[in-house]
C-alpha cells in the first residue's frame, strides 16, 4: 500500500522532470531538470530495495556526470537566439520513434515480471558484488578494461591542450 | 527495524495498549516520529552551527591577538543569535538580472544535500536514524547535491563573481570527493563493510582499537581523508571559492537575509559532519572504553539509555576535537591557489590514496587480526600519533603563553579574554 502510493508519486514526478528536460528552452534548466528525474529514479530504486544502485545513480549521474553537462552549459553561456526554438526536423522524428521502440520493448519485457515483495537482499552490496564477481566477472572484467582505455584515451587527449 | 520502528512500537504499546503489529495506525506514528527525528536533527544543526560560529571568531580573534565578539551575553555567548535574527529581519534581496527560480532554490538544495547526511551518521548505539547497507556511498552522493546547489547559485546570480566562486567550488569539490571516496574505501575494506553503523562496530572503545592506529596505512588514509574533507568543506586552506581577497565571497555574494544563512548553516554543519564522518570511520565513533556493543545490547531499561546517553557524549566530544582542530586550522594556513589546489588533489593526494588502498590490502593478507605483529603494529601506531598530539599541543600552549600578558593585563576589564584560559 505505502510503496503503491510512493511509486506512484514518485513515477509521476519523474516523468514530469522528464517532460522538462525537452521542454524547458535554456538549457539550464533542462539540466537541472535532468537532474531531477535521475533522482526521482533513485528514489524507486531504493523502492525495489536497490540500494547501492540508488546510491550510484545519484554518485555518478547526478554527481559526476550532470556537473560535467552544467559546466559546458556554464561555459558556452549561450544567447538568446541560441536558445533554440521549436523545431520538428527529421531528426526529431527518428528520435521519437526511437525512443518509442525503447518504451514499448522495456514495457514488454517488464509487464511479466512480479515486484518484489518483503525484505529482499538483492541490492546490497553484497549481493551485488557477489553476482558481479562470480556469474559476471568476465563482463565486469572488460568493462574495466574498456573503461581504461577511455581514461587512457581523454589523457591523450587532453595532455596536447596541457 | 530501524530506530523510529523501535520507539513508535514501543510508544503504541504504552499510550494505546493495543499491539502494534495488528494495529491500524502504526505509520501514522512513524511518520510522526520521523518527522519528530528530522526536527530535532534541524535543531541539532542550528544549535551546533550557531554556537560554533561564536567559537570560530573567538578562537580567531585569540589567535590574531584581538578580542572577537564578547558583548551579547557573558563573554559574547550570545552573539550568534543575534547574528541570526539580523540575517532573518534582513530583506530577501533577488538582484534584478537574476534568474530568479535557480537564484532562490539554491540554498535549499545545499543545505538539503548537506542535511540528508545526517540520515547515516550513528550518533550513539542505538541512535542512528537508518542503517544503510551502502552508508559510505551514500554520504558522498548526497554531498553531490551540496555541488549543484552551489553551481545554480553562481549561475542563478548572474554576477561573474558568483559565478567564478560556483566554478571553483565545482571543480574543487568533485576534484577533492576522490581522494574521500578512496581514504574511505581503506576502512571499509577492513571493516568489510559499507554500513557506518558496521564501521564503528568493527572498532573497539580503546584507542589501539580504532581503525586509524590499526596499521601504518589507515593512519596515513586518516590524515588524507582529513585534509581532503577540509577541501570538500570549503574551509581554509582550501577556501578558494569563497576567497575574499579575489571573489568578494564567492557563490553567495548577492545573497541576502535567510537564504544567506542557509548558506551558511550548511556551511557548518558541513564541519561536523566531516569531523563526525572521520571520528565515525577512524576514531573509533560512539564505542565507549571497556564497554562492549554487547553489554549495551543486553541491557535494559535505565541502563540502556545511561549507555545511550553515554555513546552520544563520546562520539560528540571526539566530533567536537576535531571541528576545534579544524577552526584551528583555518587561522593557521594560508590559502592555496587554484592550480596548487588541483596539484595537491590530482599529483598527490589520489595517488597516495591509492597507495594506501593497496598498503592496507597487503597488510591484511600478512598480518593476521589478532598476532602479535598486529599488536605490535598497534602500539607504535598509537605511541606515534600520541607523539603528534603531544607535539601539538605543546605548540599551542607555548603560542598561548607567548601573549598571555598581554591578556592577563585585561583581566576584570571589558574586554577580558575567556574564564576557561589556560594557566
Known sequence: MTEAVLFWILAVLAVIGGIGVIASRRAMYSAMSLVWTLFCLASLYVLLRAHLLAALQVL???GAIMMLFVFVVMLLSMTDEEKGKARASGYGIAGSLAAGTILVGVAFAVAGQPSPEGPLAVGTVRAVALELYTEHVLAFQVTAVLLLAAIIGATVVAIRRI | MNIFQSIGDQLIGWLFEVDPATWPYTYLVYALLIALGGGLTFGFVAIFAGPVTWVERRVAGRMMSRIGPNRVGPQGVLQWLCDGLKCWMKEDLVPACADRPLFRFAPYLVFGGMFGTFAVLPFGANIV????????LYLLAVTGFVVIGMLMAGWGSNSKWAMFGGIRSAAQLVSYEIPVAFALM?????AGSMSLQELVLGQGGMPWEWFVFRNPFLFAAFFLFFTAAIAEGNRTPFDLPEAESELVAGYNVEYSGMRYLFFMFAEWANLWVMSAIATVAFLGGWQIPGVSPEVIAASEGWTFV????????IFVAKASVLVFFVIQLRWTLPRLRIDQLMVTCWKYLVPLSLACILGVLVLMLLIP???????LLRVVMLAVGLAIAITYLRKVRATYLA???TYRNMEGKDQWYPAYRLP
Open chain 1, 60 to 62: 555518478v549521474y547526478a
Open chain 2, 369 to 375: 587480526e589478532g598476532s602479535l605483529v598486529d599488536m
Open chain 2, 129 to 136: 536514524a537508518t542503517e544503510l547497507n551502502v552508508g559510505i
Open chain 2, 186 to 190: 581503506t576502512v571499509v575494506l577492513v
Open chain 2, 306 to 313: 545511561g549507555w545511550q546517553a553515554l555513546s552520544v557524549a
Open chain 2, 403 to 405: 601573549t598571555r600578558e
